[in-house]
T-cell receptor
Framework: KAGVTQTPRYLIKTRGQQVTLSCSPI?????VSWYQQTPGQGLQFLFE???????NKGNFPGRFSGRQFSNSRSEMNVSTLELGDSALYLC??????????????FGPGTRLTVL | KQEVTQIPAALSVPEGENLVLNCSFT??????LQWFRQDPGKGLTSLLL?????REQTSGRLNASLDKSSGRSTLYIAASQPGDSATYLC????????????FGSGTRLLVRP
């Protein structure tokens, strides 16, 4: 069974640009979450989607947005990039049902560098 | 507000030693606690998941315990190997319908040959 996949693995952008990251969950999983990891702040929750609905959003500015498609694949978008957006962006999937006890499985991440 | 703390931040041990990593959380209202491993620049690998009703889980040389009432979990690694060198993160799933994990800052482990 394939794991969580994320594309691209590495991105270099300049300030002011926008970027779209993609995540494909484990087959059958319907929940997809996104996290930002930086050396200073650690792992911080961005948002979570289930069956194309955003159920929760973390404390990030509106420049960060996401969506989920009917096949459970998810994308996140960051507009007007700032230097502080440089981070490892991780996607996690879980569950075949809407339950809280599910184990979370993470992808390899997308390393975003903003110059 | 739920906070997760991991002590120590870094640990260096000789190969073959048994070791314990600690994780504490401030609010006992959780669904579960999960331990992860992260190699440099890589994603997170799930090691063990402990539901709130469980006391421990085991996988190979790893054993994780959970004491929800005291807000503590430990990850025990037996007979450590250089390949165990990585950062170990614990995360709790709050019982607040937030659909998110709250992570500790991790313990960076180095196992010396």
């Amino acid at each position: 069974k394939a794991g969580v996949t994320q594309t691209p693995r590495y991105l270099i952008k300049t300030r002011g640009q926008q970027v779209t990251l993609s995540c494909s969950p484990i087959s059958g999983h319907r929940s997809v979450s996104w996290y930002q990891q930086t050396p200073g702040q650690g792992l911080q929750f961005l948002f979570e989607y289930f069956s194309e609905t955003q159920r929760n959003k973390g404390n990030f500015p509106g420049r960060f947005s996401g969506r989920q498609f009917s096949n459970s694949r998810s994308e996140m978008n960051v507009s007007t990039l700032e230097l502080g957006d440089s981070a490892l962006y991780l996607c996690a999937s879980s569950g075949t049902q809407e339950v809280f006890e599910d184990e979370q499985f993470f992808g390899p991440g997308t390393r975003l560098t903003v110059l | 507000k739920q906070e997760v703390t991991q002590i120590p931040a870094a640990l260096s041990v000789p190969e073959g030693e048994n070791l314990v990593l600690n994780c504490s959380f401030t609010d006992s209202a959780i669904y579960n606690l999960q331990w992860f491993r992260q190699d440099p620049g890589k994603g997170l690998t799930s090691l063990l998941l402990i539901q709130s009703s469980q006391r421990e889980q085991t996988s190979g040389r790893l054993n994780a315990s959970l004491d929800k009432s005291s807000g503590r979990s430990t990850l025990y690694i037996a007979a450590s190997q250089p390949g165990d060198s990585a950062t170990y993160l614990c995360a709790v799933r709050p019982r607040d319908s937030s659909y998110k994990l709250i992570f500790g800052s991790g313990t960076r482990l180095l196992v010396r040959p």
